[in-house]
């Protein structure tokens, strides 16, 4: 559908500081009509919310034009990265595609460029580095640090534009993701829009009397301003560009506090009434954009009498064509299936170790698990430049565990990063790198520890795709598992937690070959990966490790061992505890099990299972987590509710009990599966 011609008044997208100097008039002209047609379509919304034709929390950016129109006709748009918030309209328009794009955003309809998917301010430009916000809006502001990062990293001079509220400014992502872009250096503008309300909670219950947010970034080495953008435009514009140009050349880190109005409420459903008496009249009075306009009708008023004449037509015309396309349709088997990016193409991995190990004559390498994590580590950073590793304690340490012993020594800084305790930021970042081109991966220190980084991890890379169409190739790596005294904080299962929310895969690798198969084959996937990596696993035993060319078999479960009296279904740890079990039935009972290692989680991927049971009749689940609301509940759901009626006894579900991971040797035994208690539960079930 071809949509309305833009009049020669929005001809350009663009305002470079000597336009400002040389060219005064056409550059307050373009502002103006940038200003007006962001103002006059936000009044538009409003209206049509009002008739019920737009659905949803409409946020009006009417009184913040004077900032964010500026800035985004100086940013280069080819090159660098923004995160628009609530009230950034105007950014929208300027970053990319057509006015009625962005309307068919706000009607949710059949061209709606996230297919309605995404609500109507929340959208972006992902493949234009214009990164969707989520409503956590302290969560974004390290995910435009992490694609600024890969920018500079792929050569390009770029600069980040990360947008916050003063209420969102005093989240803690914001703090995490300050302190982190001032240690990596990198070039990112945070712009606090200070508009002097979070909905309806004022400064004054905010922050301390006289507080001045722009202050706080020299307690992270970093500089800092206030902006009165509430004053002439083209002023502000001279402003923006002079910190533009410092930032760009310097690759440091600034502050600004950009005051600015909020003439309509929060949103469209804000009655305003917890302004003061004559509050909201101030606000009106102190608006820029009457006073520009007036100002051009006394200087250019020809010019300016074109430009909106053009301007009222134009969103007229677009809004009418917006109101004519279709509603989106309901299409369940592609919205279900663009939950995740589509199967990436097959790196062409080296097919040897020679790339990974010190003697390349030896084509097997005899290793524990987190040796052959550290070797998967190696054999990605030699033949893939778009990798980085990221993680606390990972670099000169070698992690908690010792699966990244060696890398920074043999890969430098660069590609092998500490992170500080900041693992929102630090995983927003990594979410920021992956949408721009890169692959990293990044390690927890405990698995338990990735509860700080659950937005990132589960509102914003897991949603990314569906919501936006973008790619998040990303691998979180999670030592997870009791059974060694670490207690409450340090042994957690939390694979039935994450896997409750679409968007995420997940592997859980019980051999070093294994664990070997399955970093590659999450790391080479475009969606983010949970690779749960039990820590009893990480030094039990040493196993032959090989070149696999069927490694992505990894997603799908392993054969473990045949039998004939029931299906017996686990993964990870406990895949060794329920062979042992095996053997001692077929011994002791002359029983056997047909023992499987779902290896992955998520995508589920259950046909040999469930062939299985069409045989056995009877069923065992065992995980190590808390029986209720543990894994094993899905796994029997799924399975049951096709074999129901031919089950010839009760599933047997067996997990942990339902308590925090107690601390001494005696109650953890009491508290998750053993062998022998694993015996007698299946002895007592089989009568």
């Not at 694979?495 to 294994?514: C, H, I």
């Amino acid at each position: 559908m071809a949509f309305p011609p833009y009049p020669a008044c929005l001809s350009a997208r663009d305002l470079s500081a000597t336009e400002l100097e040389q060219s005064p008039a056409a550059a307050e002209l373009r502002l103006y009509a940038w200003m007006q047609l962001s103002r006059t379509m936000d009044n538009r919304i409003l209206d049509l919310f009002r008739q019920g034709l737009i659905k949803g929390t409409v946020c009006g950016g009417q009184g913040n034009e004077g900032l964010v129109v500026p800035l985004a006709l100086l940013a280069d748009k080819a090159i660098d990265v923004v995160s628009f918030s609530h009230r950034g309209l105007g950014g929208h328009l300027l970053w990319s595609g057509h006015l009625c794009d962005h309307l068919n955003q706000y009607f949710a309809n059949a061209l709606s460029p996230t297919h309605a998917r995404e609500g109507n301010i929340h959208h972006g430009d992902p493949a234009h580095r214009s990164l969707p916000m989520i409503s956590h809006l302290g969560a974004m502001l390290s995910t435009v640090a992490g694609s600024t990062d890969s920018q500079r990293r792929l050569g390009c001079p770029a600069v980040g534009f990360a947008f916050l509220g003063d209420g969102s400014s005093s989240t803690g992502d914001v703090h995490e993701t300050l302190n982190l872009v001032s240690l990596l250096s990198l070039p990112v503008i945070f712009i606090i829009e200070n508009n002097r309300y979070a909905y309806s909670t004022p400064v004054a219950e905010q922050f301390a009397a006289g507080t001045e947010l722009w202050r706080r970034a020299a307690g992270y080495g970093l500089e800092g301003f206030a902006l009165d953008a509430t004053a002439d435009p083209a002023a502000t514009a001279r402003t923006l560009a002079a910190a533009i140009t410092r930032v760009r050349a310097s690759r440091r880190p600034l502050v600004i506090e950009a005051h600015t109005l909020r003439l309509r409420g929060h949103a469209a459903y804000d009655t305003g009434d917890y302004l003061r008496p004559g509050e909201s009249d101030a606000f009106f009075t102190a608006d820029p954009l009457p006073k520009f306009r007036a100002r051009l009708a006394t200087t250019q008023p020809a010019a300016l009498a074109a430009a909106e004449a053009e301007l009222d037509a134009f969103l007229e015309a677009c809004v009418q064509q917006s109101l004519a396309t279709p509603r989106p349709t309901a299409d369940l088997a592609t919205l279900q299936a663009e939950v995740f990016a589509p199967p990436a193409p097959p790196i062409p991995w080296l097919p040897s170790l020679d790339s990974a190990v010190q003697n390349p004559k030896s084509k097997i390498q005899i290793l524990n698990s987190a040796q052959a994590l550290n070797l998967a580590h190696r054999k990605i950073l030699t033949e893939r430049k778009e990798s980085i590793v990221l993680g606390q304690d990972i670099a000169t340490y070698g992690g908690a565990f010792k699966v990244t012993e060696g890398l920074l020594a043999d890969f430098g800084r660069p590609r092998v990063c500490n992170v500080p305790l900041a693992e929102s930021a630090c995983t927003g970042w990594a979410i920021g790198l992956a949408l721009n081109g890169h692959r990293p991966i990044e390690e927890f220190q405990f698995a338990d520890f990735s509860t700080e980084a659950f937005t990132q991890i589960t509102l914003n890379a897991a949603t990314m795709h569906f919501r936006s169409g973008a790619k998040v190739p990303l691998v979180l790596r999670l030592p997870c598992g009791g059974g060694l005294t670490f207690g409450s904080f340090h042994s957690q299962e939390l694979e039935s937690v994450y896997l409750a929310m679409p968007g995420l895969k997940a592997l859980y690798p019980s051999t070093p070959q294994d664990a070997f198969n399955a970093l590659l084959a999450a790391y080479e996937d475009d969606n983010p990966v949970l690779l749960f990596e039990h820590k009893g696993l990480y030094r039990r035993g040493k196993q032959p490790v090989a070149w696999d060319p069927n490694f992505r078999d990894v997603w799908t479960p392993r054969h473990v061992r045949a039998g004939d009296h029931a299906t017996f279904v686990t993964y990870g740890e406990m895949t060794l505890l329920a062979a042992e079990a095996c053997e001692y039935f077929a011994g002791e009972y002359e029983k056997t099990f047909d023992l499987f290692d779902l290896r992955a989680l998520a995508p589920l991927r259950l046909d040999a299972i469930r062939a299985s049971l069409e045989r056995t009749h009877r069923l065992i689940v065992l995980h190590e987590g808390r029986r209720t609301h543990g894994f094993g509940a899905e796994l029997v759901a799924r399975l049951v509710e096709d074999h129901f009626f031919t089950l010839e006894a009760p599933p047997l579900r067996i997990g942990a009990l339902d308590l925090p991971v107690p601390f001494a040797p005696e109650l953890e035994n009491a508290f998750r599966p053993t062998r022998d208690k694993l015996i007698e539960q299946i002895a007592t079930w089989l009568g």
